[in-house]
């Protein structure tokens, strides 16, 4: 089975805060995603990753960034983190290629909220 | 860029039969996907369709027309355990790459 983790369930950080959100996942897949997904606007993609070292912005990257320096992990950094960042953070990973094998694989999410 | 619209609430009773719409606009489209998603709980995969035509797998079954940007959900012999969130995704073209765009999701109730 794949598995998809997320270093927090709950985080909680005072606006201005640097923030770190890290995901990890087994399967050996090349693709790796970051969404937020909040009531009524559902999920948005912030940045993607399709290789070590590659990312690519997705529909809301303002105000993050992201790293991945190893294949498994994919990391999401706030660089101050504002209010409006409040959010469920989920991370997903697939494999490349196309077809069903795109399939995504989602990590259990980060409920952030910031003060 | 892509837009995808699905339905923001349906209720059902157990045992009845509910499907869901997702109609789509995209560029470069490459599979639509269902997934799954309980409270509080990660979206899990239910189905994929590329090519036009019902996909069926147990009691539920997912249907896609490219050539009218459309596609549904069946979902047959409701259980109280669909009670969840159904997301629509297409793959489209952004940039060089294909990627997935969520619609916002449609929250399923089943009732006894």
């Known amino acids: 089975d794949v598995k998809v983790t997320q270093s927090s369930r709950y985080l909680v950080k005072r606006t201005g805060e640097k923030v770190f959100l890290e995901c990890v996942q087994d399967?050996?897949?090349?693709?790796m995603f970051w969404y937020r997904q909040d009531p009524g606007l559902g999920l948005r993609l912030i940045y993607f990753?399709?290789?070590?070292?590659?990312?690519e912005k997705g529909d809301i990257p303002e105000g993050y960034s992201v790293s991945r320096e190893k294949k498994e992990r994919f990391s999401l950094i706030l660089e101050s983190a504002s209010t409006n960042q409040t959010s469920m953070y989920l991370c997903?990973?697939?494999?490349?290629?196309?077809?069903?094998?795109?399939?995504?694989?989602f990590g259990p999410g980060t409920r952030l909220l910031v003060l | 860029g892509q837009n995808i619209d699905q339905p923001t609430e349906m209720t059902a009773t157990e045992g009845a039969i509910v499907q869901i719409n997702c109609t789509y606009q995209?560029?470069?489209?490459?599979?639509l996907f269902w997934y799954q998603q309980h409270a509080g709980e990660a979206p899990t995969f239910l189905s994929y369709?590329?090519?036009?035509g019902l996909e069926e797998k147990g009691r539920f079954s997912s249907f896609l027309s490219r050539s009218k940007g459309y596609s549904y959900l069946l979902l047959k012999e409701l259980q109280m355990k669909d009670s969840a969130s159904y997301l629509c995704?297409?793959?489209?073209?952004?940039?060089?790459?294909?990627?997935?765009?969520f619609g916002r999701g449609t929250s399923l109730i089943v009732h006894p």
């Open positions: 369709n590329v090519l036009d």
């Open positions: 995209t560029s470069g489209f490459n599979g």
């Open positions: 399967m050996d897949h090349e693709n």
């Open positions: 997903a990973s697939s494999q490349s290629g196309t077809g069903v094998g795109e399939t995504q694989y």
């Open positions: 995704a297409v793959r489209g073209r952004k940039g060089g790459s294909y990627i997935p765009t």
């Open positions: 990753s399709y290789d070590v070292k590659m990312k």
